[in-house]
């Protein structure tokens, strides 16, 4: 198959937080890999987390339960979650399901940077 | 209570290999370890494993009275237990040995025994049995679970509607055509009273057995909700997310849209918990996105209050309701089938029976995916106001 990995996290250690850079599709077949890349930082004791959403193509219901749960994690060790660089398509995901409304959305990296 | 010993037939006319294996296996046999059962011919050996159905090493010599080796071994290959056998065989016999293995033999040994060549064969074969038992067991069990997953889909499939009956006011056709997995899409419509007719379509996140159980739930609590004390479809959503939220660790949540359709004046009004927007097939042709209501997905936001939306519909007009395995159906390039398709498709369907405009954009559907697989459930409700209910 020439297919490449549909979905591929890298993690960068910034001051304030880890940026997590997702590319790729997150769907049921992917979400696997963002849900370990998470619980990774969170046990490497990485509390805040910044998700870089520049090369995100698309997110299934399951990518975006796999970010409520990361947003709960993240909450319960004390620190957060944000989410920045959406595209229009998927900006428009989170708005009609509603998750603009519960998660930490910003429109570049260095406004989510600033909200930590 | 130590497990029971494995046990192992050795057959033999000669009382040789018989004092071998009890000499060289004493110490193993009065551990309880194993255990020798001896036969002096094919015969007898295939009546001693009737009475012993758990042995599963046979070892045997070829040259016998009344059955010989070969023919044992034929047996064995036609029985339905998976008995492996160890040949044993004179030195430099090559013609049985070859026949022994084609027959099915597991290993040969060759007279006369070296004691270590002897436990070591039995040793694989033993080994080997134990494999093949456990690969047996693991294929039981997943036949079982596999069965299980079926049978919970059953279960789902058969808690959608009846349909409803024909009538002169309206005419709502749905279908779901699951994925191959067990998975999250739901559709309901039922009567609220003699002039409203409620029509539900929901998508839970992710799939399997939990999906499945958290969608019968909603299902199960919308309908309660509804009979009990119907006031607004929003209020209805309200009270249906508080229940889904009270316990829900797992952040399972369902998009769901909610609609009451008024059969005495066409208003339809109607919520939507994070849902894709429903369309309005107008009969000049426009196709029309149903104006957002703004609310969260169910399940994970207590304290929402969902708000209400409405729209007016005149005869002819049919809302289409759909979930994104429609939208987001991928051919074999990654290339979704996208809400423009959708449209573009549904604006040829205006003034059809529901039954058309569903089975039409189903077909467009299909026809994209081609030959790549359904990786989401596809289902879509279409909905035709016909003629008011007079008062």
């Given at each position: 198959?020439?297919?490449?990995?549909?979905?591929?996290?890298?993690?960068?250690?910034?001051?304030?937080?880890?940026?997590?850079?997702?590319?790729?599709?997150?769907?049921?077949?992917?979400?696997?890999?963002?849900?370990?890349?998470?619980?990774?930082?969170?046990?490497?004791?990485?509390?805040?987390?910044?998700?870089?959403?520049?090369?995100?193509?698309?997110?299934?219901?399951?990518?975006?339960?796999?970010?409520?749960?990361?947003?709960?994690?993240?909450?319960?060790?004390?620190?957060?979650?944000?989410?920045?660089a959406l595209a229009d398509h998927i900006a428009e995901i989170f708005e009609i399901s509603g998750f603009n409304e519960i998660l930490d959305i910003h429109a570049t990296k260095a406004d989510a940077l600033e909200a930590v | 209570m130590g497990k029971s010993p494995t046990q192992v037939l050795v057959v033999d006319d000669e009382e040789d290999l018989e004092l071998l294996v009890r000499q060289k296996f004493r110490?193993?046999?009065?551990?309880?370890?194993?255990?020798?059962?001896?036969?002096?011919?094919?015969?007898?050996?295939?009546?001693?494993?009737?009475?012993?159905?758990?042995?599963?090493?046979?070892?045997?010599?070829?040259?016998?009275?009344?059955?010989?080796?070969?023919?044992?071994?034929?047996?064995?290959?036609?029985?339905?237990?998976?008995?492996?056998?160890?040949?044993?065989?004179?030195?430099?016999?090559?013609k049985n040995i070859r026949t022994a293995m084609n027959r099915g033999?597991?290993?040969?040994?060759?007279?006369?025994?070296?004691?270590?060549?002897?436990?070591?064969?039995?040793e694989k074969g033993l080994k080997h049995v134990q494999a093949l038992q456990r690969a047996l067991e693991t294929r039981d069990r997943l036949i079982a679970v596999k069965q299980e997953l079926d049978m919970a889909r059953d279960v789902q499939m058969s808690f959608q509607p009846e349909p409803l009956i024909d009538s002169e006011h309206y005419d709502v056709k749905a279908v779901i055509i699951p994925a191959r997995e067990v998975g999250g899409d739901l559709y309901d419509?039922?009567?609220?009273?003699?002039?409203?007719?409620?029509?539900?379509?929901?998508d839970v996140s992710g799939k399997g057995v939990p999906a499945a159980l958290f969608t019968t739930v909603t299902r199960a609590l919308l309908r309660a909700v509804t009979s009990k004390d119907y006031s607004t479809p929003?209020?209805?959503?309200?009270?249906?997310?508080?229940?889904?939220?009270?316990?829900?660790?797992?952040?399972?949540?369902?998009?769901?849209?909610?609609?009451?359709?008024?059969?005495?004046?066409?208003?339809?009004?109607?919520?939507?918990?994070?849902?894709?927007?429903p369309r309005v097939l107008r009969t000049d042709s426009r196709v029309e996105v149903v104006p957002k209501t703004g609310n969260i997905v169910l399940g994970i936001?207590?304290?929402?209050?969902?708000?209400?939306?409405?729209?007016?519909?005149?005869?002819?007009?049919?809302?289409?309701?759909?979930?994104?395995?429609?939208?987001?159906?991928?051919?074999?390039?990654?290339?979704?089938?996208?809400?423009?398709?959708?449209?573009?498709?549904?604006?040829?369907?205006?003034?059809?029976?529901?039954?058309?405009?569903?089975?039409?954009?189903?077909?467009?559907?299909q026809e994209f995916v081609g030959e790549a697989v359904q990786s989401d459930d596809i289902t879509c409700v279409a909905a035709r106001f016909l003629a008011p209910v007079l008062s």
């Open positions: 198959m020439e297919e490449k990995a549909k979905l591929s996290v890298e993690a960068e250690q910034g001051d304030k937080a880890t940026i997590l850079i997702v590319t790729g599709r997150v769907d049921g077949s992917s979400v696997g890999i963002l849900e370990s890349a998470v619980q990774e930082q969170i046990n490497a004791g990485n509390k805040t987390l910044v998700f870089d959403f520049k090369e995100l193509s698309y997110i299934s219901s399951a990518g975006l339960r796999a970010l409520l749960i990361a947003a709960r994690l993240t909450q319960k060790e004390g620190g957060k979650a944000l989410f920045c | 110490r193993r046999t009065r551990d309880g370890d194993l255990k020798f059962l001896f036969a002096h011919n094919g015969k007898e050996a295939l009546e001693v494993l009737q009475e012993h159905p758990d042995v599963y090493l046979v070892l045997s010599d070829i040259n016998m009275p009344v059955m010989d080796g070969l023919t044992l071994l034929s047996q064995l290959a036609d029985g339905e237990k998976d008995i492996q056998a160890v040949i044993v065989s004179a030195y430099g016999d090559m033999a597991f290993d040969f040994l060759t007279k006369p025994i070296d004691f270590n060549d002897l436990e070591a064969t039995i419509f039922f009567y609220i009273d003699k002039s409203h007719i409620a029509l539900v379509i929901a929003g209020d209805c959503l309200t009270m249906v997310n508080d229940l889904l939220c009270e316990n829900n660790p797992s952040c399972i949540f369902i998009t769901l849209f909610f609609g009451v359709l008024d059969l005495q004046t066409g208003k339809f009004r109607y919520s939507n918990a994070g849902h894709n927007l936001q207590p304290d929402h209050t969902y708000q209400n939306n409405q729209l007016q519909l005149a005869p002819g007009d049919t809302l289409f309701l759909y979930t994104d395995g429609i939208t987001e159906a991928e051919d074999g390039k990654n290339t979704e089938f996208t809400e423009s398709r959708l449209d573009e498709r549904l604006a040829e369907l205006s003034g059809s029976s529901s039954e058309r405009v569903i089975t039409d954009v189903v077909d467009a559907v």
